[in-house]
Nanobody, 123 residues
Framework: VQLQASGGGMVQAGGSLRLSCTAS????????MGWFRQAPGKEREFVGA???????WYAAPVKGRVAIDRDNAKNTLILQMNSLKPEDTARYYC??????????????????WGQGTLVTVSS
């Protein structure tokens, strides 16, 4: 499975960005999908996830400001980010979990990763 994230860039605080992640080489609709981020000098952290049936979960720091969606027909995962803050600056990664059951909020829960896309929020 290959995951390709895109849509990152530089935005001012209060702005919005829409990240995409396109999957190939697997059965996208059967995967639980997640977004993580990693800021310089920090550990990778959970942003949110979406189940095969489109149930969603979000980390507290971003809840209410981001929305995850998926388009199984296009093998695409979306992360819509609004009201961005400088502390949202990080490289954002999409990830796929092919295993059934289990959890969704740690990096170890996922089997495949994209290369990440950089988001920079200026104050």
């Amino acid at each position: 499975v290959q995951l390709q994230a895109s849509g990152g860039g530089m935005v001012q605080a209060g702005g919005s960005l829409r990240l995409s992640c396109t999957a190939s080489g697997g059965t996208f609709r059967t995967y639980k999908m997640g977004w993580f981020r990693q800021a310089p000098g920090k550990e990778r952290e959970f942003v949110g996830a979406i189940s095969q049936s489109s149930s969603t979960w979000y980390a507290a720091p971003v809840k209410g400001r981001v929305a995850i969606d998926r388009d199984n027909a296009k093998n695409t995962l979306i992360l819509q980010m609004n009201s961005l803050k400088p502390e949202d600056t990080a490289r954002y990664y999409c990830a796929a979990r092919a295993r059934t059951g289990g959890y969704y909020y740690t990096a170890a829960d996922y089997d495949y990763w994209g290369q990440g896309t950089l988001v920079t929020v200026s104050s």
